[in-house]
């Protein structure tokens, strides 16, 4: 009797380690996300940065420092996140995707650099979804980093949504020098982590399953590739 309830107490504590170990990989995650989320940032401030130096005219300077003050601002509160564990207060909004894509559109041109032609291709009708807008402009300015990264001195990235029935789709696209097919499956099928280097892929994945959506990618080499995140759409747009 003695061994059995010695037994139990055991495989208890081995519950509860379990359980300590699953809330610490939790938190390390959401932190290696974090870190990687700054990069982009820090990436950001550094690329207008420079591009102030081509002397924009007016209405391009204010963009620039526009995705200089958003990101620091970004930057700011994840910091304190992350020096005080503090948990995210980004809770779920309704909103039209096609207005808040444009409301990032300077972050996404500087993030892009000089070297890439930006093209907006958004429906023509509200496409109301239902998402934490920090999750989802992490993910959206993790693809344009990678494509970014993808094109050589020059290239275009096309960002795009479309509504198929119940979905969204939001799609990154380029024309940069693209993946064969043993690239592709290996960052389809990684079970890489999020982290202040890699490519950040598993980031965005991980908003898709969040989001109860899907993530599709195409690519062929020297052909570009397309990223598509199929999200779904929610009922109504919130009035504020």
């Known amino acids: 009797m003695g061994a059995t309830i010695l037994g139990m107490a055991d495989m208890r504590v081995a519950q509860d380690d379990c359980s300590v170990c699953s809330t610490d990989c939790t938190a390390i ?26 002397d924009p005219n007016a209405e391009r300077r204010a963009m620039l420092l526009a995705a200089i003050e958003s990101a620091a601002l970004r930057g700011g509160d994840l910091t304190t996140k992350l020096l005080t564990r503090a948990p995210s207060t980004d809770a779920n909004r309704i909103d039209d995707i096609n207005q808040h894509v444009i409301s990032l559109q300077p972050m996404i041109q500087a993030l892009a650099g000089r070297q890439a032609n930006i093209v907006f291709d ?37 960002i795009g949504t479309r509504r198929a029935g119940a979905c969204l789709w939001l799609s ?6 693209g993946m064969d097919e043993v690239s592709l499956v290996r960052l389809t099928h990684s079970n890489e982590r999020p982290a202040a280097h890699g ?30 995140l199929i999200l779904p759409v929610a009922q109504h747009i919130a009035v504020v």
């Open 29 to 54: 995650t959401l932190d290696r996300e974090a870190i990687h989320d700054l990069r982009n940032l820090f990436g950001i401030v550094a690329s207008a940065r420079h591009m102030l130096d081509d």
């Open 122 to 158: 958004l429906a023509t009708i509200p496409i109301p979804v239902r998402l934490k807008h920090g999750d989802l402009d992490a993910a959206l300015l993790e693809l344009v980093a990678n494509a970014r990264k993808a094109m050589g001195n020059s290239g275009r990235i096309m």
């Open 172 to 177: 990154v696209a380029d024309d940069g020098r």
């Open 199 to 228: 490519s950040g892929f598993a980031r965005v994945r991980r908003f898709a399953e969040s989001a109860q959506g899907r993530l599709r990618i195409r690519s062929g080499e020297n052909k570009g590739t397309i990223v598509c």
